[in-house]
């Protein structure tokens, strides 16, 4: 029997705006959604800001596009991958593109790709500006792929390496859970996992702590936690009362 393919992915990176650093823990992410077929970088490996990727070319089969700086305030490097995004996109053979980059000048370039029905998922900074998150199917925190970042620690360790306070999770849940229609007031975990990516495409559990939503819904004291026996987690929020409060694995969170 065939194993069905997983997805052919273009990741391209912008060096001038990722940090070596990353690397292991990005290659590790991009492999959960998909094959990474084509890996270009691009940038001037001859100064001090891209050099530290030069080790990592033949670890992760990197190829580099090396654009010197001819011309102050000129970018090659963001007009080169560009174009290379717009041949890869023509060619029609990838599921999804997996722009590395913090850089606002590639909303436009993940909006024309997804206006063609591609999947486009950014990596980078905290501080990559809204219109570029907001433009990716899915955006991940380079922050979260560094080693030693909280989806590595324990528990204890992690809530110290968070991005962000658990509290800030509860308003996009709360959101997701409103959007989701039920007869009783409970909601699937797996249904609000899939809607919150859809209301904020940088949505991650890792930003706030934890290693996955069931630890972060713990986290914020907003939800009350029903485990049936030999079914899924529900959720709804604990300021709500639902219909039927009498399932038996009901847990309150205070």
Known sequence: MIEPQSP???????????????????????????EASVRRIYGD?????SKGWADQLSKHAIIPH??????????????TLVIDAMDLLHSGRFAGFCLVSSDSDFTRLAARIRE?????FGFGEQKTPESFRQACRRFIYT?????????????????????????????????????????????????????????????????F??????????????????LPQGGAMRIRPAAKKARNTKSKGAEKQN
């Open 8 to 34: 052919r992915l273009a990741v391209l990176i912008d060096a001038d705006n990722a940090s070596a650093r990353i690397a292991d823990g990005l290659f590790e992410e991009i492999a959960k959604i998909g």
């Open 45 to 49: 490996f001859s100064s001090g800001r």
């Open 66 to 79: 090396q654009q010197f700086a001819y011309t102050t305030g000129k970018n090659a490097s963001d007009i």
């Open 116 to 120: 063609q029905g591609v999947d486009v």
């Open 143 to 207: 922050e979260n792929l560094l080693p030693g970042a909280s989806a590595g620690e324990d528990e204890q360790q992690s809530d110290t390496r968070s991005l962000q306070p658990p509290s800030a999770a509860t308003p996009i849940i709360r959101k997701a859970i409103d959007q989701i229609e039920t007869e009783d007031g409970w909601v699937p975990l797996g249904e609000v996992g899939k809607q919150l990516p859809n209301l904020s495409p940088d949505f991650d559990p890792r930003t």
């Open 209 to 226: 702590g934890s290693r996955k939503l069931s630890d972060l819904i713990r986290k914020t004291n907003a939800f009350v936690i029903d």
